[in-house]
């Protein structure tokens, strides 16, 4: 059984600019997170192969395998039952904001348009007090707030 990497995120993402913005935007907020950045879906399951990050931000839209994709894989393998799982999309149609929560994802960040709401979320998500549950509880991020979803949104 692996053990989570403390201090290690993985973002699984096909946009470079996007996640040069995220690694300075983390590196300022807590210095100590390693940053792993791999660029599609085949990509981040090799990697999961060999490590298990504190948590995952996925990417759906990406080249070989979308996000979706590796989202149902990671959570068929019990192996990753405590992996905490971000889903970081530009979308913001609610069928793929409910179909990542029935795939188990732990939050929904709508990708921000700013670097401002970018620190805001990655600050909520990074406070000691989230280390040890589910992030949301059912709450979406988007335009630099957590908006409760339910399946009826």
């Known amino acids: 059984m692996q053990m989570p990497l403390v201090n ?10 996007h996640a040069l913005l995220f690694k300075r935007i ?12 791999v660029k599609n ?4 399951m090799e990697l999961l192969d060999v ?20 989202l149902q894989e990671i959570r068929q393998n019990p192996e990753f ?7 970081y ?7 793929n904001i409910k179909k990542c929560y029935r795939n188990k994802a ?18 909520s998500i990074l406070k000691p007090e989230m280390q040890n549950h589910s992030f949301s509880n059912y709450h979406y991020f988007i335009n630099n707030k957590f908006v409760p979803f339910t399946a009826q949104s």
């Open 26 to 37: 983390l590196q300022r907020i807590d210095p100590s997170k390693i940053l792993i950045h």
């Open 89 to 95: 999309s530009s979308s913001v149609e609610m069928t």
């Open 51 to 70: 490590t298990q990050p504190e948590i995952l931000f996925l990417d759906l839209k990406m080249p070989c395998k979308n996000g979706h994709e590796c």
């Open 106 to 123: 732990d939050l929904y960040i709508v990708k921000p348009f700013s670097t401002e709401h970018l620190t805001h979320a990655l600050t």
């Open 8 to 17: 290690h995120i993985v973002l699984a993402d096909d946009d470079q600019d």
């Open 41 to 44: 879906g085949e990509e981040l």
């Open 81 to 87: 039952n405590n992996l905490r799982i971000v889903v």
